[in-house]
T-cell receptor, first 113, second 111 residues
């Protein structure tokens, strides 16, 4: 499987600010996904990001709050906008690999004060 | 809602087999069963997946019942490093490829 990385690995931010999380895969992939994992909870899908098209958001997630870019087949970004303490979570990206299996990045741990 | 149901937690003695059950009674004919685990809030790690036949790889075995309404992940010789949350996911491999995570099973391997 391809290597997938995320930046930053963690951050502490002030409320009202925005943070952009980067996700890089070392080979070209068609589909990428963004998830949120709130403290002590399971993963929740935020959106699916395909290159060359707008991201598809899940119920409860909107583009104004979580804008996503997918400029090429190896890279995607997720921005968490106008943050509040409730946005404190682990944010994970994944890509769709062989046999339609998703492979996950290490996650970005966000704490909003 | 998640399409799977798993026990909240399980314990297993080190060196013994860990058998983790999953119920997916509403599974459709074109949906696969995937298993992942998450150690200490790291990114989930892929373990194994299957459609209807039993599968085995270097990490685990997957046993799917004939009616496909449930499955069991088997870690043949559990070690302390297998302590993790294990997720069973049902998804179609055509279309959206979305994963809906349930609450998972927290497996604790005891020395």
């Amino acid at each position: 499987s391809a290597v997938i990385s995320q930046k930053p690995s963690r951050d502490i931010c002030q409320r009202g600010t925005s943070l952009t999380i980067q996700c890089q895969v070392d080979s070209q992939v068609t589909m990428m996904f963004w998830y949120r994992q709130q403290p002590g909870q399971s993963l929740t899908l935020i959106a699916t990001a395909n290159q060359g098209s707008e991201a598809t958001y899940e119920s409860g997630f909107v583009i104004d709050k979580f804008p996503i870019s997918r400029p090429n087949l190896t890279f995607s970004t997720l921005t968490v906008s106008n943050m509040s303490p409730e946005d404190s979570s682990i944010y994970l990206c994944s890509y769709l690999g062989v046999q339609e299996t998703q492979y996950f990045g290490p996650g970005t741990r966000l704490l909003v004060l | 809602d998640a399409k799977t149901t798993q026990p909240t937690s399980m314990d297993c003695a080190e060196g013994r087999a860990a058998n983790l059950p999953c119920n997916h009674s509403t599974i459709s004919g074109n949906e696969y069963v995937y298993w992942y685990r998450q150690i200490h809030s790291q990114g989930p790690q892929y373990i194994i997946h299957g459609l209807k036949n039993n599968e085995t790889n270097e990490m685990a075995s997957l046993i799917i019942t004939e009616d496909r309404k449930s499955s069991t992940l088997i870690l043949p010789h559990a070690t302390l490093r297998d302590t993790a949350v294990y997720y069973c996911i049902v998804t179609s491999t055509s279309g959206t490829y979305k994963y809906i995570f349930g609450t998972g099973t927290r497996l604790k391997v005891l020395a």
